[in-house]
């Protein structure tokens, strides 16, 4: 049986109220949100950090 070719998910930082959030959005219908964070540089570093983890897997 061929493997099958899981889609990357994608990620972007929201803004809300002030405060940012990382959602990460999955092939399939599951979504993380990460946060809050206070700052935009913060929800970069923490969005750097989840893709190194997911090339890690």
Do not use: H, W
Not at 33 to 38: E, M
Not at 41 to 56: G, I
């Amino acid at each position: 049986m061929p493997k099958k070719k899981t889609k990357k998910p994608s990620m972007y930082v929201t803004p809300s109220l002030g405060l940012f959030y990382l959602n990460i959005e999955y092939a399939t219908d599951e979504s993380e949100i990460i946060g809050p964070f206070r700052t935009l540089a913060e929800a970069e570093e923490e969005r750097s950090r989840q893709t190194k983890l997911r090339k890690a897997k």
